[in-house]
């Protein structure tokens, strides 16, 4: 029986397709010893409740990963160390910083992917089976690349990954992209998936967007959060939107919102260590109870949890869509 997600009600006179959770932020920037922030974390099923990576920056603000279980989705036990990698599929397991993690279970384990420091951001592969052992293993592309995001079953018979090649800095341009592998070792078949959209249409998203949340199986395609940015006067603002790719072809997009389903309008998103920013990492869905939680980074700085109903957020994408 599978646990039952976070979940809270659409708050009375709310509009909105995405509504917070009121208890936000969930994860607090120094819920662990000599943590500076803790933000852009992913949580996945496991066991009796859940588990998590979890990006952490610690006092002199070098950026790591950390594994964390919780009961309930909400209240998380996050360990107070990084995670040690040990070598799987290569001896070469060096790294200058990980974050912004993504996770998911494909046949008989735990996938994280992450922003990997190699010479310059590119995407990390692991595997676990209990999230207290991890076995790293090749980099997935050359540098630069961030945003790397598994879907959590073989497309076609090739395990397949999202991402947006980038620079070595705060990259001021980004589309996403599609690889395939049938090893999780070598990579290629890149395709381009999503591009940023022209200003006058949707300018929310016309300076970069990037894969966010681990795809999910609808009958209408695969669901993805997915996060926008604009550059304004006052720097890039990172708001979120959802797509609906094709279940066989997932170059294809079928939907994409026109307008943002989030965007930073309560204080733990607009004020922070990078103000401005909402970035989804991770969701929990119930298809059958029409639910999804999403789990997203605020302002680079806490974890904070948002809701919907997976047939609206279809709904609206259908509706609204680029």
């Known amino acids: 029986m599978q646990k039952a997600i976070p979940w809270q009600d659409k708050p009375k006179g709310c509009s909105d397709v995405i509504w917070r959770y009121s208890e936000n932020p969930i ?38 990963i950390y594994a964390g279980f919780s009961i309930d989705g909400i209240h998380w036990d996050i360990d107070h160390y990084p995670i040690k990698m040990q070598e799987g599929n290569t ?15 494909i046949e008989d384990r735990y996938w994280i992917t992450w922003c990997n420091g190699y010479f310059g951001p590119t995407i990390g592969i692991a595997y676990t089976f209990d999230f207290k052992e991890f ?42 992209f599609i690889s395939y592998s049938p090893d999780m070792k070598y990579w ?19 300076t970069k967007i990037g894969a966010g949340s681990v795809p999910f199986l609808t009958e209408d395609g695969w669901l993805m959060f997915y996060h926008g940015v604009i550059n304004t006067c006052n720097g890039f603002r990172y708001a979120m939107g959802a797509a609906i790719l094709d279940k066989n072809n997932p170059d294809e997009v079928k939907y994409r919102t026109k307008p943002y389903l989030l965007t930073p309008s309560v204080d733990y998103e607009q004020i922070g260590d990078v ?45 609204n869509t680029l």
């Open 275 to 319: 103000s401005n920013v909402i970035f989804p990492c991770a969701t929990l869905q119930d298809i059958a109870q029409d639910k999804v939680a999403i789990y997203y980074g605020a302002a680079d700085t806490v974890v904070a949890l948002a809701f919907g109903r997976i047939s609206e957020i279809i709904k609206f994408t259908k509706e």
């Open 91 to 105: 001896k070469m397991i060096a790294s200058d910083y990980k974050y912004d993690p993504r996770v998911t279970f």
């Open 27 to 64: 994860i607090a920037r120094d819920a662990i010893p000599m943590s500076n922030s803790i933000f852009n974390s992913a949580v996945v099923p496991f066991k009796n409740g859940f588990a998590g990576v979890f990006r952490c920056d610690n006092k002199a603000v070098q950026m790591n």
């Open 188 to 206: 290629g078949e890149h395709r381009n998936v999503m591009q940023v959209a022209p200003f006058e249409d949707s300018a929310w998203q016309c």
């Open 135 to 176: 076995f790293q293993c090749e980099n997935a592309f050359l540098p630069f690349n961030r945003n790397g995001v598994l879907f959590p079953e073989k497309i076609n018979g090739k395990y397949a990954m999202l991402s947006r090649p980038s620079d070595n800095g705060h990259t001021p341009f980004g589309d996403i």
